[in-house]
């Protein structure tokens, strides 16, 4: 089992977050970044985004350091307490998912991702579980999900593939 220290695990997320807002910026997508906000925290929510013209949207930004060619979705924080994970607690309508090593970010309808996570036997696909230090030595679990696995495109909930090129400013989009 691979482990990460809580502060490298906050250093990822925030390139996370810093990936999402490329992504935004690029795309000329008003935001406000919630991602201190308590309120929001709860919601498990970074972003608000407001398009001109249309209603706003919730946004939540994850990351990971290494590629290894699935999409980790955490179903339980905190085992000792049983406590739900993002994947079906977040309120967000999008989801970025941005893995450091390989430069991708995966951008998700979140409303699909947790209809279709809902709907699926997660006993019968690859978990992880690793450790999770904000409250000391506790673990999270995660579904492991292959990022070409068929389902989620049949599902509607992977909605683009995207490459952050070399100058860090934009990204291009793969599939």
Request: with cysteine; charged share 25%.
């Amino acid at each position: 089992m691979e482990t990460t220290e809580w502060k490298t695990s906050c250093r990822i997320g925030k390139k996370g977050e810093n990936a999402a807002k490329i992504l935004m910026e690029q795309f000329n997508v008003p935001y406000q970044d919630k991602s201190k906000d308590k309120v929001f925290q709860r919601m498990d929510v970074d972003f608000l985004l407001t398009h001109p013209n249309r209603e706003w949207q919730l946004l939540e930004a994850k990351a990971r350091a290494k590629d290894y060619g699935d999409i980790g979705l955490e179903l339980v924080t905190n085992d000792q307490w049983d406590t739900v994970g993002w994947a079906y607690n977040s309120k967000c309508h999008l989801l970025t998912y941005y893995i450091d090593s390989s430069r991708k970010m995966y951008v998700c309808d979140g409303p699909r991702q947790r209809e279709w996570l809902n709907s699926i036997d997660t006993t019968r696909r690859r978990t992880t579980k690793a450790p999770n230090y904000s409250n000391g030595v506790l673990y999270s679990h995660s579904i492991m999900l292959p990022v070409s696995l068929p389902e989620a495109k049949e599902a509607g909930w992977l909605l683009s593939i995207w490459h952050l090129n070399d100058d860090n400013r934009a990204f291009t989009q793969i599939a």
